[in-house]
Each structure stands twice: as structure tokens, then as C-alpha cells.
């Protein structure tokens, strides 16, 4: 090679150096084990080393960040279809995070072991890629404690499995809410109520408007009573302690309502009110004579 053709070589190599190092990524995952069907949340960090601002902006064919998910066999996990990520603007020198549920966009319910990178691809039509760092997550089908099918009411023959599942993927017990569609059998959502002490089983019934109600115990005094609707949304939450008689429990009305009964409704919000009160009263200075 002579001299010219060796330098030309040698500066195209720098170049392509300057331009990967123009970025630093980094992914991250809110956990390493799910449930199949709860969401996935990835974090994708970015530091702009370019020198100068930089707008990341969504292609059809060429978005600015891509996913890479592959099975324990090796095997491309299959897209949804559903890849848009908005735009962003990083100044030179900022660090910026974008959160994205893959599981919105890569078809996930299969249990198994999965590994995960991003790509974030630099601004034009021939803007050079960055890969983050790999990760490992597993994805688990959980324990079922109880389950229900329900029609969803509005006579168009849907229906529902509601499920109650017990997780131990951290070394606390969760108990989690699923609702599956019932033709496809495909988790429509899966979320953690909280973490549950299994000192006292938890009860679990649907009422008249087909919304599913846990009764369970979160700490030694404390149980948390959930109502979860057909298209998988949280209705209500609420914190109880134990009345008079025992253990709060569920109470199905004749007319198809469901309570919780020998309780005392607890307002956390009231209770840290009167603590801050209680504490400025002790914080007043005494007075002697």
C-alpha cells in the first residue's frame, strides 16, 4: 500500500472512530423477571458527545431507536408493529433517558429467557448506530390462586378471565391482577397489587358490574382491597385495618355489591396530616415559671 492510499485508510479509520464515540448509551430494565403479560419497561440512556444539539426524530422505515430481542434459542422475538417513539432533543454534552414498554412492541407472553439490546441510529440517511449494553429478563407464567371467567356486560359476547396470581421473582411475595381476553387466551393486562403476606389467604369475588374485588393482607395491620374492571384498569384502592370482630372481609350484598365489612377505612393522607400536627405540638418549647 503506498503512502497516499495508507493515509486516506488511516483517517477514514479515525473518522469512524469520532463518529461512533459520538454517542454513549446504556439500557436498562425497571426488573429482571415479569409476568407474562406485565409491562416491560426499558430505559435507553443517551450522552451527546457530538459537539453540537442533536434531534433524534421518528422515520416509518428508520426509527431513531430500535429494539433487538432474542430468545434462549437464539430466535428474533416477533414485533407488533408498533415502534414509534416520538422525537427528542439532546443539547451537547446533556444525558437524556426515553422509557418504552416492550412489551407493547415485541410479542412477550411466552415464558422463558430473553435478551435484549437497543440501537439508537444518529440523525440522516446515513446516520451511523450506537448499541447499548445487553440484558437478560426472564418471563414467567406465575402461580394462579384463583380465576374467573365473566362476560364484559355490553352484549357483544366478549369475555373476560380475570386471574389472581401469586410471584416470587424478587423474594417477596406479589400478588398480581391479569385479565385475559377470553377467545385468544392473551393477557390484556398483568400488574402487581402489592406486596402480600400469606399469613391470611386473600379473598377474591366479582360483583354486579363484573369488576373483580381482592381482599388482601399487606402487613401485620394492614389489608388493601383492590377492584380491577374488564378492560384490566385498577378502579379503586383502598387500605383498611382490622375492626372490632377480626379480619376485614368481602361481603356480597343481595342486590350483587361487594364491601369490605369489619374494618376501619385508613386515609394515609389523614394519618400523615395528624403526625405533623402531633409533631409541631411536641415541638413547641415548655414554658416554666
Not at 64 to 86: E, K, M, Q, Y
Not at 128 to 139: A, D, I, P, S
Request: net charge positive.
Amino acid at each position: 500500500m503506498n503512502l497516499p492510499i495508507f493515509r486516506l485508510v488511516a483517517a477514514l479509520f479515525v473518522m469512524s472512530g469520532l463518529v461512533q464515540a459520538q454517542l454513549a448509551t446504556s439500557l436498562q430494565l425497571s426488573k429482571l423477571q415479569y409476568l407474562s403479560g406485565e409491562p416491560i419497561v426499558a430505559t435507553v440512556s443517551i450522552t451527546n458527545h457530538a459537539g453540537r444539539d442533536i434531534i433524534f426524530q421518528g422515520e416509518a422505515q428508520r426509527p431513531w431507536l430500535d429494539f433487538v430481542i432474542t430468545n434462549a434459542r437464539g430466535d428474533s422475538a416477533t414485533p407488533t408493529g408498533r415502534s414509534s417513539f416520538g422525537t427528542m432533543k439532546i443539547s451537547a454534552g446533556q444525558t437524556l433517558s426515553h422509557k418504552v414498554d416492550l412489551s407493547t412492541l415485541f410479542q412477550l407472553a411466552d415464558s422463558g429467557t430473553y435478551s435484549t439490546s437497543a440501537t439508537v441510529r444518529m440523525p440522516g440517511r446515513d446516520g451511523e448506530t450506537t448499541t447499548t449494553n445487553r440484558v437478560l429478563l426472564t418471563v414467567s407464567p406465575g402461580r394462579p390462586y384463583w380465576t374467573q371467567k365473566v362476560g364484559v356486560g355490553d352484549r357483544s359476547g366478549k369475555t373476560r378471565e380475570f386471574r389472581i396470581l401469586n410471584f416470587s421473582g424478587d423474594q417477596k411475595t406479589q400478588l398480581y391482577a391479569q385479565v385475559l381476553d377470553g377467545r385468544s387466551g392473551l393477557p390484556i393486562r398483568t400488574f402487581s397489587l402489592g406486596e402480600a403476606l400469606l399469613l391470611r389467604k386473600p379473598s377474591v369475588t366479582i360483583d354486579k358490574n363484573q369488576r373483580m374485588h381482592v381482599l388482601f393482607l399487606a402487613s401485620p395491620d394492614s389489608w388493601v382491597h383492590c377492584q380491577i374492571d374488564t378492560d384490566g384498569q385498577l378502579a379503586n384502592r383502598a387500605i383498611h385495618k382490622c375492626g372490632p370482630q377480626g379480619d376485614p372481609l368481602l361481603m356480597t350484598a343481595p342486590d350483587g355489591s361487594v364491601s369490605v365489612a369489619n374494618s376501619i377505612l385508613y386515609d394515609p393522607k389523614a394519618a400523615a396530616a395528624a403526625r405533623a400536627k402531633f409533631r409541631k405540638l411536641s415541638e413547641r418549647p415548655s414554658i416554666t415559671f
